[in-house]
Nanobody, 122 residues
Framework: QVHPVESGGGLVQAGGSLRLSCAASGRTFSSGVMGWFRQAPGKEREFVAV????????YYADSTKGRFTISRDNTKNTVYLQMNSLKPEDTAVYYC???????????????WGQGTQVTVSS
């Protein structure tokens, strides 16, 4: 099993940056696809970004493309989400998750972290 734990959330002004981290215990981390999702109050959980097991392939939601960067360090069992040019509409709880194969669909991810709050003020 893999147990992701997110960190790095906080309050930031619009236009600012944050870097989220997701440390995942478990021997299968390096073989898993890692995704970031977010959920704002009253909204469904939405896909943000995904990275393959080696880190060679990434994919982003249209709303985050060009502003967010997903990366991973398999030696540290950690995946990152660098968020730049943040907007108030980026405010949400951000979750990282692990999947066995490439997907952007939340219910196809097997393991989830507890989430970290990101709040962007205008």
């Amino acid at each position: 099993q893999v147990h992701p734990v997110e960190s790095g959330g906080g309050l930031v002004q619009a236009g600012g940056s944050l870097r989220l981290s997701c440390a995942a215990s478990g021997r299968t981390f390096s073989s898993g696809v890692m995704g970031w999702f977010r959920q704002a109050p009253g909204k469904e959980r939405e896909f943000v970004a995904v990275i393959n097991s080696s880190g060679s392939s990434t994919y982003y939601a249209d709303s985050t493309k060009g502003r967010f960067t997903i990366s991973r360090d398999n030696t540290k069992n950690t995946v990152y989400l660098q968020m730049n040019s943040l907007k108030p509409e980026d405010t949400a709880v951000y979750y990282c998750a692990v999947a066995a194969y490439w997907t952007v669909v939340a219910n196809q991810y097997n393991y989830w972290g507890q989430g970290t709050q990101v709040t962007v003020s205008s």
